[in-house]
């Protein structure tokens, strides 16, 4: 089981690698050629079409849970039935979620062309584009879902490298001026299509025990069920959006889609540390289903605490990173197309945002997988809410970072009371957990920044090299601090054995 789970995992991390070193060479490139405005543009259409993703009404986590729990207990008709439940209900979400688009790209394409409709028929085949990838994206959330509650990660993240890196060839090779906005999301949509179709002819192996789909499975009852498990799902999904969607609307609203690339660039940086974490825990929740249909809550709670040790070991240093060395590659990277005083700012205000929930990064993991994620349903819509105000106010008071700054202050709530639920179901003390996940990582973190901010203050980040170097050595430096002070001698133990090779 660690070896598949380290398997699953490395995958992530590599289509995670791929996607950050793709968005380091595109990302300049991309504001370039579309120009601040249409690169604004599409961020504020496609935190739209995030948005609307909600009305998915949680079905992806819903999905693999369902597939993970039913596998284990070796019930095929209940994993078609899912299945078929699941692809029916999406196809639909899909086609109204098209419609839309399609209508507004016929009857007021003109209202995002900054030219008074000039270039009308650009931004009608935009939404156009759109359109029609959300006909695909949704059903193939279904059979990537299953996937992933099979714990195959391994396939689908090989397929989405290549996706990523073919994009990217072509969008550099044939991107212009003129056709930039149009080739990048045609080029998305045509993706998606292929992506459907290979996942669904993988999960048609035997070894994947013949999933298809047939309507004679469809059940209202299983739906029913399903959407049951998945609205708690849902609340948090949807709260979870507006926390992260907003700021890019909030922004583009009152400031102007050209002033979006400030806050995106930083926010884009800051959110790898987000996607790292997501990425490393993915596979967990499936694990967590199968571990808690078999009843062996001890091993859940082992692999909890550990996993929770070395992940936030990871976090906090990385956001620490970000913060003294992120303004300085930002400045380089961009060109000094920002105000750096601005950038950050906005880095640090971010780099809080995003740390302090992720130092319990499985919560939402190990709720889902044992049905007790409605904590997240009850306290995540409120506190989505207080941020769009607080951000919609600061905006108007503070420019961009005011939605920065409003992102900030509802996380010191909300991240104790979801501790505080993990704990009671692990059943451990938030004290006991402190000491083991967090606290360890201190005094090496301590080090580690300190040497960072001496040479930020004394010498400068002058070019890549200073700053790859710098990475290097305060990296090294904080992992054998961190190998020597922090782990103990059960922990390096599980890690060496996942070694390959090792006797």
Known sequence: MLRRLLVNTSSNMAQLIVSMVVTFIMAPIYLKLMGHHDYGLREMVLALVGYMGMLDLGMRPTI???????NA???????????????VFMFFVGLVLSVFFVIWAFAFPEVLDPQDGEQATKYMLFLLLI????IFVFPKLVTESYLEGLQRYYFKNMVNIISTISIAVIAYFHMTPENGLVLLVGLVAISQAIKLVIFGIVLLKP?????????????????REMLSFGLKSFIQGAAGKVEKMSDRLVIGTILGPAMIPVYTIPATLVGYISSITMTLSHTFMPLFSDLSARGQQHRIKAIYLLASKLLVGLIIPMGVGICLIGGPFIGIWMEGQFDPVIVDAILVLLVTYTVVPMLNPFASRYLTAINQHVIFAKVAPP???VNLGLSIWLVLEYGVVGAALGSVLPVFVVMPLYLYVVCHNLEVSMLHYFRATILPAVIPVALMGGGLFWFRTTHGFEGYLDIVLSVLVSALVYSLVYWVFAMGRE???VLLRLLPGRR
Do not use: W
């Open 64 to 70: 693999s849970r369902f597939a993970s729990m039913h």
């Open 73 to 87: 207990r070796g019930e095929r008709v209940s994993l078609l039935t899912v299945y078929s439940c699941s692809l």
């Open 131 to 134: 359109g029609a990838q959300l």
């Open 207 to 223: 070894a994947l025990g013949t999933i298809y789909p047939n309507l004679r499975y469809f059940s209202v009852e299983k739906l």
């Open 383 to 385: 506190a989505a809410l």
């Open 491 to 493: 922990d390096r133990e």
